[in-house]
Nanobody, 125 residues
């Protein structure tokens, strides 16, 4: 069974930091592009960041550029999202998703094959 599990969410004050983790079980992430998505109440799920299978290609939504950093450790079968300078508008459920491709970084919701169940991030004073 192919499973993705997110962790690291929580309550943080504006300007604070969190590091989210996406751990895979049942398969190796080495051949998968991983994307981070988020969904706030009443809004559509949006792409936040992605990283290619090799880690050589990364992409970010304009709203998080310069504040978020995606990375991966294939030996640990885990992808991370370091989130700094958090804002209240970053509050959402964050999901990681995987698609099997070695060609590019994918951050399109409809192209992802596997999804985690999400971790809640709340940015509030």
């Amino acid at each position: 069974q192919l499973v993705l599990v997110e962790s690291g969410g929580g309550l943080v004050q504006p300007g604070g930091s969190l590091r989210l983790s996406c751990a895979a079980s049942g398969f190796r992430l080495d051949y998968y592009s991983i994307g981070w998505f988020r969904q706030a109440p009443g809004k559509e799920r949006e792409g936040v960041s992605c990283i290619s299978s090799s880690g050589g290609s990364r992409n970010y939504a304009d709203s998080v550029k310069g504040r978020f950093t995606i990375s991966r450790d294939n030996a640990k079968n885990t992808v991370y999202l370091q989130m700094n300078s958090l804002k209240p508008e970053d509050s959402a459920v964050y999901y990681c998703a995987a698609v099997q491709t070695q060609a590019m970084c994918v951050m399109t919701r409809g192209l992802m094959d596997y999804w985690g169940k999400g971790t809640l991030v709340t940015v509030s004073s």
